[in-house]
């Protein structure tokens, strides 16, 4: 059985339908349903059992949880990158983690978790995934932090030996209806132009970047999910590698594309940041794609457009966009 906590979530419910696609549905979802929306990822999926996320840390860490577990894909926790209650992240991404690495340890259960491109910071030490290179890492937001702490834990513990952690950046795509604030800027510019038939983005508050220049590795969830799940296929792998394109574009990159999918002419008014983000803004993110290439994965990323059009055209605009 694969256990797959955040099973409800954006990322691990994609994980989940495309282990279906695969012919597996041996699957244990772990998550927190709450109040939000994320139930209805669960409709179209197959998996034996689910359990909330605070019964099964309980039994877990009571040694009451009876079950062959071949293989943890950890993806839940709190992606709020916004997130200020610094408490609350780290029981939730840090401790949390902590107890579901012991318990695969001792089940012998192949480890694959998330972390996240948040570590890397303002990217002044780059984009490496180089084990050797995080402690020199410092996070923009205590989201960031959580998930640096739980690496770094890792690596001193002498488990990215046999751990694989995934440092996902700016991940786009179906399924991610219910996160609010933090659902990927695709969704939202498909809101606004359908709304006010024009998009706002950011203006910089850096010489050295145009307004809506600013640049991200934007990753389609898809391409995510594929690259997860090569590391479940591949066991002798372990240790972080990145989870990007390795391409940076820009927001008005993407805002364009967005338009050209809804079959719209481009209009954009660029806004001032929120004086809250401007310290802990990243202006550029992406992915260094050696480690995982040397690896011996292959398949090539969806382009930013055709990722968009995908997004957009077969979901957006269709039954399967909860707010359509």
């Known amino acids: ?111 694959i978790y998330a972390s996240s491109a948040a570590t890397y910071g303002d990217g002044a030490q780059g984009f490496s995934d180089d084990e050797d290179l995080l402690e020199t890492l410092r996070p923009l937001n205590m989201y960031g932090c959580s998930k640096q702490m739980f690496d770094l834990w890792c690596r001193r513990q002498g488990l990215l030996s046999k751990f694989v952690g995934l440092k996902y950046f700016n991940v786009f795509g179906p399924n991610e209806y219910h996160k609010a604030q933090m659902r990927s800027f695709v969704i939202k510019a498909f809101e606004q132009i359908n709304e006010t038939g024009g998009v706002k983005l950011f203006k910089s508050h850096r010489a050295d970047y145009a307004d809506g220049g600013q640049l991200r590795d934007f990753i389609y969830v898809k391409d995510a999910v594929d690259m997860t799940l090569f590391f479940l296929e591949r066991p002798e792998l372990a240790g972080l590698y990145n989870v990007g394109t390795g391409k940076a574009r820009n927001w008005n990159d993407l805002a364009r594309a967005a338009f050209a999918a809804m079959g719209k002419q481009p209009r954009i008014e660029y806004i001032p940041m929120p004086d809250i983000l401007r310290d802990k803004y990243q202006y550029f993110t992406q992915a260094d794609m050696t480690k995982l290439r040397a690896a011996g ?28």
């Open 1 to 111: 059985m694969i256990l797959v906590t955040g099973g409800a979530g954006f990322i691990g419910s994609a994980i989940v339908a495309e282990l279906n696609a695969r012919g597996v549905d041996d699957i244990f979802i772990v998550d927190i349903l709450g109040k939000d929306q994320r139930w209805k990822n669960l409709r179209h999926l197959r998996y034996a059992d689910y359990m909330e996320a605070d019964d099964f840390s309980e039994m877990v860490a009571d040694a009451e949880l009876e079950m062959e577990i071949e293989a943890i894909i950890h993806m839940g926790a709190c992606s709020d990158t916004t997130e200020t209650d610094c408490s609350y992240l780290v029981k939730n991404n840090y401790e949390f983690s902590k107890l579901l690495a012991g318990w695969a340890l001792d089940t012998e259960a192949r480890f």
């Open 297 to 324: 994965y292959e398949n090539p990323t969806t382009s930013l457009e055709d990722a968009i059009t995908d997004y957009v055209q077969n979901y957006l605009m269709k039954d399967e966009y909860l707010g359509a």
